[in-house]
């Protein structure tokens, strides 16, 4: 069974900095399929991040530019740097990975961190 546990979330003025993490256990092939959504109230949950295919990671056009992913394979774990935090980037943010069992695709989702950014 695969585990993910955000954390790193808070409250921040505009402009400021925020890293979120999100640790893994269980068996994940690949940190690459990681990816991280987040949803604000009464809307949708959007992709920010992820995942990375043939060395490509594609960003929501929203946070490009601000939002970087990196991941650290020995502590199998994944992060998301924010910089530059708007209001609107307020939300409760999830990592996900897809993993599969005989042929059927599974979402992993973490029980998500809540970021607030302050104008």
């Known amino acids: 069974q695969v585990q993910l546990v955000e954390s790193g979330g808070g409250l921040v003025q505009t402009g400021g900095s925020l890293r979120l993490s999100c640790a893994a256990s269980?068996?994940?092939?690949?940190?690459?399929?990681m990816a991280w959504y987040r949803q604000a109230p009464g809307k949708q949950r959007e992709l920010v991040v992820g995942?990375?295919?043939?060395?490509?990671?594609n960003y929501a056009d929203s946070v490009k530019g601000r939002f970087t992913i990196s991941r650290d394979n020995a502590k199998n774990t994944v992060y998301l740097q924010m910089n530059s935090l708007k209001p609107e980037d307020t939300a409760v943010y999830y990592c996900?990975?897809?993993?599969?069992?005989?042929?059927?695709?599974?979402?992993?989702w973490g029980q998500g961190t809540q970021v607030t950014v302050s104008s």
């Open positions: 995942p990375t295919s043939g060395g490509s990671t």
């Open positions: 996900n990975v897809r993993t599969s069992n005989d042929g059927v695709v599974i979402d992993n």
């Open positions: 269980g068996r994940i092939f690949s940190l690459n399929y």
